[in-house]
């Protein structure tokens, strides 16, 4: 199931209901909790049942949203530290990340933020691995 003419919201939508399908209730938008600076956060999805905080990145086009990334996964580890959720995950899709980079932060993101990881959608797009 490809993802590449989609934007945000409709990426979003699109794992939101994939992970309804296989996981249980998914709720889109929900603030969960405060920053560390004070301002409320709010996730992509969380999955209620599970208590995972599941956020949606989408590239198609040239940018340099890859820094971003690690912004998001200190955000999701204060949350699961200061909240009673269980981890965090980072979906990724699009046909315009640099994989090179991605694939680091794979394997970085969990060292840094024991309770966050990173799945490609492309990779599993049943998202059975969350």
Known sequence: MSCENLNGHEFQNRVANILRENHGVAKTEKYIGTKDNGIRYRADVVLT?????????????????????????????????????????????????????????????????????????????ELKNI
């Open 49 to 125: 049942d599970k208590m995972i905080i599941v956020e949606c990145k989408i590239k198609n086009t040239k940018g340099t949203i890859e820094e971003k990334i690690l912004d998001k996964a200190m955000h999701m580890q204060h949350m699961i530290d200061t909240t009673s959720h269980k981890r965090g995950v980072i979906v990724y899709g699009g046909i315009k990340w640099n994989l090179i980079q991605m694939r680091y932060l794979e394997t970085k993101i969990p060292k840094l933020f024991p309770s966050v990881s990173m799945i490609r959608y492309e990779d599993d797009t």
